[in-house]
């Protein structure tokens, strides 16, 4: 149960926001796959492509703006590489307990 926590509390934060759309929850919810797999580390350095075929998302274009939104809103801190040969960060809110 302890894995759902990250997803459970994301889940919390979101409730009464609006902007959120389930595009933005199932690239969320791939970047905690994504971490899961690479460690849990905090944070992860991921290419686009590869959360985009976690999150079955096609467009690149709706895949920039889900995780610039993320980041705009605080749920995840988003450094962007703009190199093509090095993933971008993403940094994770720690969890109180």
Do not use: W
């Not at 990250?6 to 970047?31: K, N, V």
């Not at 290419?47 to 809103?73: E, G, P, R």
């Not at 962007?80 to 809110?93: L, T």
């Amino acid at each position: 149960m302890e894995q759902l926590k990250p997803l459970s509390d994301f889940f919390t934060a979101i409730e009464q926001d609006g902007r959120i759309s389930i595009t933005h929850i199932g690239i969320y919810a791939a970047l905690l796959e994504y971490r899961a797999q690479m460690g849990n580390s905090n944070p992860i350095v991921a290419f686009s492509y590869d959360i985009m075929k976690i999150a079955k998302i096609s467009s690149a274009m709706t895949y920039h703006k889900c995780v610039k939104d993320l980041n705009a809103y605080g749920y995840i801190r988003y450094e962007p590489s703009f190199n093509k040969n090095r993933g971008s960060k993403i940094y994770f809110p720690e969890s109180d307990g």
